[in-house]
T-cell receptor, first 111, second 117 residues
Framework: DGGITQSPKYLFRKEGQNVTLSCEQN?????MYWYRQDPGQGLRLIYY???????QKGDIAEGYSVSREKKESFPLTVTSAQKNPTAFYLC??????????FGPGTRLTVT | AQTVTQSQPEMSVQEAETVTLSCTYD???????LFWYKQPPSRQMILVIR??????QNATENRFSVNFQKAAKSFSLKISDSQLGDAAMYFC??????????????FGTGTRLQVTL
């Protein structure tokens, strides 16, 4: 089955530690995205990538980093510089010019 | 910058009835797309319907339809014959057109829809 997978579903980390969230797609989509969702707010774009080895900052990129070494994969690292990392993180992908499809999300809790 | 506003934090509808969720947006672009996404308790974002700004005809997908008023920058979602499975958060989203491979979505804050028996 084609789709987008994110792992793990729940992730717990101590403050000051970096953590990497996984996102994989087998839809052969060129573009991939990372969004953050907080209670009472819509999704906000962190980073996006149009092609392999290329990515752009979104609206709230500070404290995050990404890589795009393979078309299928777009991991997100939440660094210790991110002041409020506890949130729900959603990965999405799309064909050029078409709508985005989302993965199931990862709930990150930092204490 | 583009903004999307959903002024109804919560709505309730009885099963089999019709409900309309409101969305307004602000943009200076002429080419863009509008979307409604559904987020059930599983938190998976599911695309419900999309509308191209250049199309005058309102989009329809089974029980879901939109009322797109371009001049008023309004994009409401109508759900007919509501079902218990329609209970979810609904997000309105905007995307610019002609942006190449990737383009970000700008989301509203969502409307929580409850469906009662």
């Amino acid at each position: 089955d084609g789709g987008i997978t994110q792992s793990p579903k729940y992730l717990f980390r101590k403050e000051g530690q970096n953590v990497t969230l996984s996102c994989e797609q087998n839809l052969n989509h060129d573009a991939m995205y990372w969004y953050r969702q907080d209670p009472g707010q819509g999704l906000r774009l962190i980073y996006y990538s149009q092609i392999v080895n290329d990515f752009q900052k979104g609206d709230i990129a500070e404290g995050y980093s990404v890589s795009r070494e393979k078309k299928e994969s777009f991991p997100l690292t939440v660094t210790s510089a991110q002041k409020n990392p506890t949130a729900f993180y959603l990965c999405a992908s799309s064909l050029a010019g078409y709508e985005q499809y989302f993965g199931p999300g990862t709930r990150l809790t930092v204490t | 910058a583009q903004t999307v506003t959903q002024s109804q934090p919560e709505m309730s509808v009885q099963e089999a009835e019709t409900v309309t969720l409101s969305c307004t947006y602000d943009t200076s672009e002429s080419d863009y797309y509008l979307f409604w996404y559904k987020q059930p308790p599983s938190r998976q974002m599911i695309l419900v319907i999309r509308q191209e700004a250049y199309k005058q005809q309102n989009a329809t997908e089974n029980r879901f339809s939109v009322n797109f008023q371009k001049a008023a920058k309004s994009f409401s979602l109508k759900i007919s014959d509501s079902q218990l499975g329609d209970a979810a958060m609904y997000f309105c989203a905007y995307r610019r057109g002609n942006t190449g491979t990737a383009s970000k979505l700008t989301f509203g804050t969502g409307t929580r829809l409850q469906v009662t028996l």
